[in-house]
């Protein structure tokens, strides 16, 4: 009934394609399997369009290897970017069918100065980190290195590639690549990811050059001299990263007794959604069913308020599978009927699997 509901909005449909699959793997392999397929043929129209996967089905595990290589085949050097964790999902699954398909891939784009640096990464682990392969690709991914103003978000994977594999090769070659990645970011505007890859760069040529070979490296680039001075004289490097919601059950379980609705209600949806369900649970399992209906109904509400508001980098699903599932573990037919209340058809298809999973998991219905 879930997969059935319409999902216009094909991330939506993969999302709910990849929690129906997951619920029912264990249960029919041959259901999954269709689920899989649907989910992987979106996935790979995503990823021609320039689209990067809200999920990756390819990451499961669950391909025939058969499926892993048509689907690295259809993957073009030009969208290996929006690609990238499904490769490594390929590659990772089914390493003799994808690596060398993979590989190519990779040094085409390099060639056009795409970089997909986390893919490039599990490529060099599987080729060998001392590989020809690897070692050229190392010093051309850091001559090939794309538009720093568009590419900036990716400052930090392009650091840990260097310091990964910096170790790895020629000592001549690090220093190159150092240089030429602090003259890349350079160009960045100054944020607190900037510096941090500054530090993660300089951390590493001090170790693999020796303090004195760092130093006659700088001096003799005026600019990864400038950008790392100008980085050490300003601030410690303070990185926003989107903040960690989570609620406890435990401290749920010891204010129950005491009405937390107002409290909630101060909240933003995503953490209410989750606070809510947290207290629905402490009450429903200590037997005060009333509490546990005040408690759902401001969590599936605030849910609402989330997928309504819903961005590209935040995980709503997650959301409406911690509370469907909190609210099934009290009363699964309950939790089921209000999964199927929620706004949005591919928001209930998400919570009504989230249900199914609890009853999958106790094998019986509450």
């Given at each position: 009934?879930?997969?059935?509901?319409?999902?216009?909005?094909?991330?939506?449909?993969?999302?709910?394609?990849?929690?129906?699959?997951?619920?029912?793997?264990?249960?029919?392999?041959?259901?999954?399997?269709?689920?899989?397929?649907?989910?992987?043929?979106?996935?790979?129209?995503?990823?021609?369009?320039?689209?990067?996967?809200?999920?990756?089905?390819?990451?499961?595990?669950?391909?025939?290897c058969a499926s892993a290589q048509s689907f690295v085949e259809n993957v073009s050097e030009n969208t290996v970017v929006p690609a990238e964790q499904s490769l490594i999902g390929a590659l990772t699954s089914c390493k003799a069918q994808t690596l060398d398909l993979i590989s190519r891939k990779l040094d085409t784009a390099l060639k056009k100065r795409i970089v997909a640096p986390r893919a490039l990464m599990a490529t060099m682990e599987a080729e060998g980190t001392k590989s020809q392969w690897s070692q050229q690709h190392f010093e051309e991914m850091f001559k090939s290195l794309p538009d720093a103003q568009e590419n900036a978000a990716e400052a930090e994977n392009y650091a840990a590639m260097y310091a990964r594999m910096a170790g790895e090769v020629e000592v001549g070659m690090a220093k190159k690549a150092g240089l030429q990645l602090l003259d890349w970011l350079a160009k960045l505007d100054d944020s607190g990811l900037r510096t941090l890859a500054i530090d993660i760069t300089t951390g590493t040529m001090k170790q693999t050059l020796g303090e004195q070979g760092f130093r006659d490296a700088l001096s003799s680039d005026v600019v990864a001299g400038s950008t790392v001075q100008n980085a050490q004289n300003g601030a410690p490097p303070k990185v926003e990263r989107p903040p960690l919601e989570s609620a406890s059950v435990l401290e749920a379980m010891k204010n129950n007794g005491a009405d937390q609705t107002d409290r909630l209600r101060e909240m933003p949806a995503s953490q209410r959604a989750r606070e809510a369900a947290a207290h629905g649970f402490a009450a429903g399992t200590s037997g005060d069913k009333q509490q546990a209906s005040k408690y759902f109904d401001m969590a599936f509400a605030a849910v609402d308020e989330v997928w309504e508001q819903r961005r590209p980098e935040q995980d709503t699903a997650a959301i409406v599978e911690e509370v469907s599932e909190a609210a099934a573990e009290v009363d699964s037919v309950n939790a089921l009927v209000r999964a199927q209340k929620l706004r949005d058809p591919s928001a209930q298809a998400i919570g009504m699997l989230a249900v199914a999973r609890v009853v999958a998991g106790t094998g019986i219905a509450r």
């Amino acid at each position: 009934m879930a997969v059935a509901l319409p999902q216009p909005d094909t991330q939506d449909r993969l999302r709910v394609l990849a929690a129906a699959a997951n619920v029912v793997s264990p249960i029919d392999q041959k259901i999954a399997k269709t689920l899989w397929r649907e989910g992987v043929r979106i996935e790979s129209e995503l990823i021609q369009s320039g689209r990067t996967p809200a999920v990756s089905l390819m990451s499961t595990g669950q391909a025939d290897c058969a499926s892993a290589q048509s689907f690295v085949e259809n993957v073009s050097e030009n969208t290996v970017v929006p690609a990238e964790q499904s490769l490594i999902g390929a590659l990772t699954s089914c390493k003799a069918q994808t690596l060398d398909l993979i590989s190519r891939k990779l040094d085409t784009a390099l060639k056009k100065r795409i970089v997909a640096p986390r893919a490039l990464m599990a490529t060099m682990e599987a080729e060998g980190t001392k590989s020809q392969w690897s070692q050229q690709h190392f010093e051309e991914m850091f001559k090939s290195l794309p538009d720093a103003q568009e590419n900036a978000a990716e400052a930090e994977n392009y650091a840990a590639m260097y310091a990964r594999m910096a170790g790895e090769v020629e000592v001549g070659m690090a220093k190159k690549a150092g240089l030429q990645l602090l003259d890349w970011l350079a160009k960045l505007d100054d944020s607190g990811l900037r510096t941090l890859a500054i530090d993660i760069t300089t951390g590493t040529m001090k170790q693999t050059l020796g303090e004195q070979g760092f130093r006659d490296a700088l001096s003799s680039d005026v600019v990864a001299g400038s950008t790392v001075q100008n980085a050490q004289n300003g601030a410690p490097p303070k990185v926003e990263r989107p903040p960690l919601e989570s609620a406890s059950v435990l401290e749920a379980m010891k204010n129950n007794g005491a009405d937390q609705t107002d409290r909630l209600r101060e909240m933003p949806a995503s953490q209410r959604a989750r606070e809510a369900a947290a207290h629905g649970f402490a009450a429903g399992t200590s037997g005060d069913k009333q509490q546990a209906s005040k408690y759902f109904d401001m969590a599936f509400a605030a849910v609402d308020e989330v997928w309504e508001q819903r961005r590209p980098e935040q995980d709503t699903a997650a959301i409406v599978e911690e509370v469907s599932e909190a609210a099934a573990e009290v009363d699964s037919v309950n939790a089921l009927v209000r999964a199927q209340k929620l706004r949005d058809p591919s928001a209930q298809a998400i919570g009504m699997l989230a249900v199914a999973r609890v009853v999958a998991g106790t094998g019986i219905a509450r």
